[in-house]
């Protein structure tokens, strides 16, 4: 792939890997690949790179583009952090692949990650805080616990009434969502997999899988297949994963800070989650001047995006700029500069969902990103790859017969 074309699909133009491949639609139709990975977004992009690594030959197929503005992917910035309370698995989890997202940001043309540091905070004590605190010192990942008074000397862009303590991880930050996911599949084009977009057909072969329709007509063979389609999933087996993945809209707003107010630019403040109970708030700082970045975790309404719009209420806008005024008070009245309608596929508990098809042995599953999964794409990925290439069971937690139909959030 040319340099050009490279930096062209990076910022999301209308270019293709396929293109600059040399390999035409209708070799890739006959190609015996070892692996098709159905699903361009993070998960299914590192799928197929460390699938790649492995020595596969993969092809990546996506209906639209690599993180395009429809998926679980799509976006401009995700949090990357430790803190997952006693879960050490995703703890780990993070660490490792935010390594990979280090070295693939050195590569990219621009950044991919900004290390702007984490910051947790809470207004009680409480088991979820206790917890990450230890393991994080247990896995040697840098963590400071900061009462208020230092809080507000630190950061006092915030208003820190009714916060008890903080969780400061400075060696996580924010990571460019869309371009990450962009140049992760750039590069894996140029070492030689490839990319094709296509609309794929929900497979309907006797066991075990031997291929798949594409919605123009074409077939696609491989030995092995993994399917990371994100909410779409649930379409592609609906029998199989229609009642245990729940799609649901989340809304997101970038605020304008005042001209030339450094005070929420990433070099002064860092990325946030402001824990109040179960659910929070969170949010970045204005990077690249995109705008000051806030949200609700909390799940939202049920969403088909396929049937539905991606319009922002009046309701959301409402409750953020409540919140914004009680907790930011000098971005109060700040200009509404862009706003945003995406989705969490979740699990019911918020545990991924990395398994094998339990009809088809030569098919994994990978999804339920369950709102905190773009960070660890890196070792999703490494896992899926170590399923389909005969690396053993999945971890329990990840495994299709954990998933229940009814959602009981645990995972945050």
Known sequence: ?????????????????????????????????????????????????????????????????????????????????????QDAVYTQMASDSLAEWVRLSRDAGLPLFHQAGVLAFFDKETDYAAGSLATMQELNLPVERIEPEALAQRWPQFDWSGVAFGLYEPGFGALMARRGVATLVANFVNRGGVYRQAAIEPPTN????????????????????????????????????????????QEIFFFRPPPGDTRFTASAMPGWIDFQGGDAFYGFPDLEGRGFKIADDKHGPPADFDANDRAPSAEGLAAIRAYMARRFPAMADAPLSETRVCQYENSANGDFLIDRHPDWSNTALVGMGSGHGFKHGPSVGKLAAQLVTGGGAPNPRFSLTSKTTRQDRSVH
């Open 206 to 249: 006797d066991s075990p899988l031997t291929s798949l329709k594409t919605r123009s007509g074409d077939t696609l063979e491989a030995e092995q297949y993994v399917f990371a389609c994100g909410p779409w999933l649930a379409k592609l087996f609906p029998e199989l994963l229609g009642e245990r993945l729940f799609a649901t809209r």
């Open 1 to 85: 792939m040319s340099e050009i074309n490279k930096r062209q699909l990076i910022a999301g133009m209308a270019v293709t890997p396929l293109a600059s491949s040399a390999v035409s639609a209708a070799a890739i139709s006959r190609k015996p690949w070892d692996v098709i990975v159905v699903g361009a977004g993070v998960f299914g992009a590192w799928t197929a790179e460390m699938l790649r690594r492995a020595g596969k030959k993969v092809l990546l197929v996506d209906a639209w583009a690599p993180a395009h503005a429809r998926a679980s992917s799509g976006g401009e910035s995700r949090l990357t952090r430790g803190g997952y309370g």
